[in-house]
């Protein structure tokens, strides 16, 4: 696997990497290790010290680290100065909350006095990809570092210049060696490193084809593993809709970081009251983008993050026409030298087109007329995949219960879908298992060890086959 930053809008070759040699991972490993055991009895206070100080170096870095992302996948500087505040955000909310959350926890029981400890579970791995690449990071990081499990990265082969900025970033606040180490592995490295004992779980953000590969691994090496995955979101647009208002945001919540989101709205789901209007205003709005330098505040509309992940997505929409589909608006060549990819609107898409299950990442839209508010509620369910969606009703009570219909991770009735270090990230089917963010997040990968102490000086009197069984007990 080749590390290297191609500039997308460019199409510079601006720095490549070697792999890690095995040396370097077996120092990565038996450092991290070694840190885990020192942790497991230190105070939780020791190290969300070090994530406040995180958090004001990514306040205080946001160009440096903007201009990172900008460089490595094409993204616009705004958005991801964006990206920067909102690692600075979860980095915060863990300094302020993690000492709360792993507090121990008693218990009622006639067993005696009983507490669950929240221990360092061990070195985790993270395997992350390249669209929010400090974002991705982060939202693992934080948490588990609190909670006193050391990591290792495998990031993307084309994000390997945030992938190092990160690591940069938790040397700087002079977090302990160890606690962060990031590692450009190839396929059967990151297998090897799986396998390693001394590897407690994995994290995975990517795509349904990665996932089932590191699930695969971490399954036979009996390794814990979340998995956020792939999402075919949902933007849906009831009769009684405030239609100017879902308008406001159709556009962005397709278009932005240029359409390559897990959570973008990729099929818009309209009944036919306000089918034609929406089409029409959606298409108004794709075409008065701006293309051009990511660095150009007057710019709109980045380009896609390389030149193979274009190219695949030119093929989903060849492959969508030739089955049936139609194009309402794009699918015109870009002249312009970067891997730039017109915003496009697709219709008249049905169940036998491969686009109907497929997610495509990238600006392209999918546009489905429904009847009414029953048969959207079935095409919204109709998916493999199942990670956000948005749902626009005029009463957002009404929204609500549609939005508890929909077989997804996570529904915004009447706003964008966003993310927040409070609240929980994830998503069912095959969008993954586990949650990331929110205060339950932190367990994923933390040891919650029983610790049950009799209050008396000797051993109960009733037992049965060294087991308390509480219908037998007898006065």
């Known amino acids: 696997m080749a590390y290297q930053t191609v500039n997308p809008y460019t199409n510079e070759v601006v720095q490549k990497y070697n792999n890690s040699t095995p040396e370097e991972i077996e120092a990565a490993l038996a450092q991290a290790y070694d840190l885990y055991q020192s942790w497991r009895d230190d105070p939780v206070a020791s190290r969300t010290k070090y994530l406040h100080k995180l958090s004001q170096y990514f306040t205080t870095h946001v160009d440096e680290l903007a201009q990172v992302l900008v460089t490595d996948m094409g993204k616009l500087y705004s958005e991801a100065q964006g990206e920067v505040a909102i690692c600075a955000d979860i980095a915060e909310y863990y300094a302020q909350n993690a000492e709360r959350l792993l507090a121990p926890k008693s218990i009622p029981t006639i067993a005696g006095q009983a507490q669950v400890l929240n221990r360092p579970y061990g070195v985790l791995m993270a395997v992350e990809p390249w669209n929010f690449p400090y974002y991705q990071i982060m939202r693992v990081f934080a948490p588990y570092f609190a909670a006193g499990d050391p990591m290792v990265l495998k990031h993307a082969s084309n994000t390997p210049g945030a992938a190092l900025a990160f690591e940069k970033a938790v040397q700087a606040v002079g977090a302990p060696a160890g606690s962060f180490k990031n590692l450009f592995l190839s396929y059967d490295q990151v297998s090897e490193v799986i396998a390693d004992e001394r590897i407690a779980g994995v994290c995975l953000t990517g795509s ?20 956020e995955l792939g999402g075919n979101d949902v933007f849906m647009v009831l009769d009684d809709a405030n239609l100017a208002e879902a308008e406001k945001i159709a556009a962005s919540s397709r278009l932005y970081n240029c359409g390559q989101v897990c959570t973008s709205s990729k099929r818009f789901i309209v009944t036919e009251k306000n089918y034609d209007h929406f089409l029409e205003n959606l298409k108004q709005q794709f075409a008065a983008v701006k293309m051009g330098d990511p660095m150009d505040p007057e710019t709109t509309l980045a380009p896609m993050c390389s030149k193979k992940n274009k190219n695949k997505l030119q093929e989903q929409v060849d492959e969508a026409i030739a089955a049936g589909a139609t194009v309402y608006y794009g699918n015109e060549p870009v002249d312009l030298p970067g891997q730039f990819f017109q915003p496009t609107i697709l219709t008249d898409i049905d169940r036998d087109n491969p686009a109907y299950y497929a997610e495509m990442f ?77 205060d339950d997040c932190i367990y994923q990968f933390v040891n919650q060890e029983l610790v049950v102490k009799n209050p008396q000086a000797g051993l109960p009197d009733n037992r049965f086959g060294g087991l308390i069984a509480p219908g037998l007990i007898k006065d």
Request: cysteine-free.
């Open 208 to 227: 349904e084809r990665g996932g089932r590969s590191v699930a695969k691994e971490a399954g036979q090496n009996l390794k814990k593993s979340t998995m």
């Open 362 to 438: 990238g600006p392209v839209a999918q546009v489905y007329k429904v009847k009414d508010e029953a048969e959207a509620i079935k095409l919204a369910n109709d998916s493999h995949l199942g990670l956000g969606g948005i749902v626009f009703s005029g009463d957002p009570q009404h929204g609500a219960e549609v939005a508890a219909k929909i077989e997804t991770g996570m529904v915004f009735v009447n706003t964008y879908l966003s993310t927040l270090p409070e609240l929980p990230f994830g998503g069912v089917k095959q969008s993954g298992y586990g949650r990331e963010l929110g």
